[in-house]
């Protein structure tokens, strides 16, 4: 594993913003997990979808889509905790991803049935980019 990353940069403190990117990457990683690991995928029990109709499409769907939510929160934990230079960088990509979600939940593709997330992208969208902007001002 030591050949796989840099070395660490030790000498840059947690910040506000750090310490939030480190919340995002146990936000993403435990839903991951669900998606990945429950019987369902959540998709039943807490998104309240009905899978009585290709509901194997729709499972494989989420579990999909918790792969890549594990493995992004993964490196937001990485960055958060061991390479805090590029705090800026993620936070930016996760305000990106999060306005992307937002846009396909209420705008591209909105549908008759909104899950949980799609209401918590709401919230999350100003408060990740308040933290970027102070991780941009601390930066500067």
């Known amino acids: ?24 990457g146990m936000l993403a990683v435990v839903p991951g ?11 039943g029990v807490i998104a309240g979808l ?3 109709r290709d509901g194997g499409r729709t499972i494989g769907l989420f579990a999909w889509a918790g792969a890549t939510q594990i493995v992004w929160g993964l490196m937001m934990l990485a960055v958060a905790l061991r ?16 306005t992307l979600h937002a846009l396909n939940f209420w705008v591209l593709k909105p549908g008759t049935h909104h899950p949980p997330e799609s209401y918590a992208v709401l ?3 100003p408060v990740i980019a308040l933290f970027l902007a102070l991780a941009l001002r601390h930066r500067g």
């Open 83 to 98: 390479y805090r230079a590029l705090v800026p960088l993620a936070l930016a990509l996760l305000l990106l991803e999060r």
């Open 1 to 24: 594993m030591g050949r796989l990353l840099p070395a660490a940069e030790p000498r840059l403190p947690a910040t506000a913003s750090s310490l939030f990117l480190a919340l995002c």
């Open 50 to 52: 009905d899978l009585a």
């Open 33 to 43: 997990m669900i998606h990945v690991f429950a019987p369902d995928g959540g998709a």
């Open 123 to 125: 919230v999350a969208l």
